[in-house]
């Protein structure tokens, strides 16, 4: 038997390795393609997939976390309970993939795109799936499967899509690829659990399971659909509002901002286990351990934001092409939404840590409706630069987001603002020192090669600013190599 420590160690370091990867991998792509099909198609191959992640989570309605949770505590129950969500799962999906496609039936859409999304309605049902297949796993504390499962499946999405693009097939091969790796994850989960887990997968519906499972499975439902929603339904309402050029401009920008999330969600599931302890045993340890947080996030989000303002344009342009020049505006806007989104998740985490996650759930469901009205009245707005109002609506429901977290951990423990303020002009101030030497260097130097200039500056401004010393900086280093 593996001890738990040991266990835990190697459970994170499969998960958080393989999620790196598959981001690396998904970015790569998504620039690939960009590239390849240009804006209109791209936004297209984005509402598709956009539009039908949104009706996945009735699909799933959070039964898959209930899965986990209560497999983890009674092993015993591990067929009864994935059989009983197997079974109306099988139901869910049936209604759920009609719903979407008599949805989108009813938009003024291009039969293309309601092709896509028929197409992307089976990677949905596919992906609920395997959800809970793994699951299973996650409640055996052995995540390693699913690692392989994450890494594999985006290899074979990254191989079957440059196949596609390199014969330039249509859109539905395209779409096609993710297929491809869903029905791989289904497939692979499906297989281990009969040979590994020795776990037969037969539909079935008990009354008194499915209602227990269901009532436990009300608050991560609820959760769910405010995150899916809010992160989705921005390039939906652009597609039906501003048509599908602005979803591009848009995706472009996002992907970047999407693909950064992976540094402050790897220090989050660090820190969630030492914030539910120090809630019980040591309240001062407790808000020690949010200021650091907050501080060290807030010393890797702002330059990044300030950089990438700055060499935005030649950063798109290098990246995407010329045709996607419009979205550098974008980029700018949605650059400093990533600030907030970084420091939000240290805070989301200690509110779930000390019992508040029913507040925590209460401010997403407030940042959703924030999120819906301004992109319905600034992409309605900005009639031709729609996209721009979406970045806009993107910012302001990201500040929302973290000024209800931060009031509402004021509630829980007493830290330090005086400290945080302070850190946050020092950090300022570097950046500052780090802009006006990338200007002044821009003209004649390459933007690559403004990068580790830059960077260096800023942590030597830093450093001068005593802003950060020797024992902070191995600190920060250690905190994510941890």
């Known amino acids: 038997m593996v001890p738990q420590p040991i266990r835990i160690a190697k459970n994170t370091t499969y998960l958080t390795t393989a999620y790196v990867i598959q981001k690396i991998f998904s970015f790569l792509y998504f620039i690939l393609i960009a590239r390849m099909i240009g804006v209109e198609s791209i936004g297209k191959y984005v509402f598709a997939l956009s539009f039908t992640t949104i009706f996945g989570i009735f699909i799933d309605l959070g039964l898959s976390q209930v899965l986990t949770r209560e497999v983890a505590k009674n092993w015993g129950k591990a067929k009864e309970y994935l059989n009983n969500i197997i079974g109306v799962k099988s ?22 795109v309601r092709e896509l999304v028929y197409i992307s309605g089976i990677i949905m049902v596919l992906d609920s799936f395997y959800l809970s297949f793994y699951a299973v796993f996650r409640a055996a504390q052995n995540l390693k499967y699913e690692a392989v499962g994450m890494v594999v499946g985006q290899i074979i999405i990254l191989v079957t899509g440059a196949v596609v693009l390199f014969f330039h097939l249509s859109l539905h091969f395209l779409i096609g690829a993710i ?141 995407y092409g010329a045709e996607f020049e419009p979205t550098a505006l ?102 500052f020192l780090m802009i006006v030497v990338i200007l002044l260097l821009k003209p004649g130097v390459y933007f690559l090669f403004l990068i580790p200039v830059g960077g260096i500056i800023y942590f030597f401004s830093l450093y001068a600013f005593k802003g950060i010393n020797k024992k902070e900086f191995k600190e920060l280093y250690y905190s994510f190599k941890k």
């Open 179 to 319: 297929l491809a790796g869903s029905i791989f994850n289904f497939l692979y989960s499906f297989i281990l659990l009969e040979v590994k887990v020795k776990l037969s997968v037969r539909p079935s519906y008990n009354k008194e399971t499915l209602k227990l499972l269901f009532k436990i499975a009300a608050p991560f439902a609820v959760a769910g659909i405010f995150a899916r929603v809010y992160s989705q339904i921005d390039s939906v309402l652009l597609s039906i509002l501003a048509g599908d050029e602005a979803v591009g401009w848009y995706s472009a920008g996002y992907k970047i901002t999407f693909a950064l999330q992976f540094i402050p969600m790897a220090m989050a599931a660090a820190l969630y286990p030492a914030m539910s302890n120090f809630f019980v045993n040591n309240k001062k340890q407790l808000a020690r351990v949010l200021e650091k947080s907050l501080y060290y996030l807030m010393i890797i989000a702002l330059p990044l934001s300030f950089g990438v303002v700055v060499l935005a344009k030649e950063f798109i342009v290098t990246i």
């Open 91 to 112: 139901f869910l999906a049936v209604i759920v993939y009609l719903l979407a496609i008599t949805t989108i039936s009813f938009l003024d859409k291009a039969p293309m």
């Open 330 to 431: 974008a980029l700018q806007i949605l650059i400093f939404s990533l600030f907030f989104n970084f420091l939000s998740f240290p805070l989301g985490s200690l509110l779930n840590a000390c019992n508040r996650q029913t507040r925590n759930t209460v401010n997403m469901g407030i940042t959703m409706v924030v999120n819906v009205i301004l992109n319905l009245v600034l992409i309605t707005l900005f009639v031709e630069y729609a996209y721009i109002g979406a970045s806009i609506a993107a910012l302001a429901s990201q500040f929302t987001l973290f000024s209800l977290g931060l009031y509402w951990v004021g509630k829980v423990i007493k830290y330090n603002k005086k400290f945080l303020v302070k850190g946050f002009g020092k950090v300022l101030g570097a950046c």
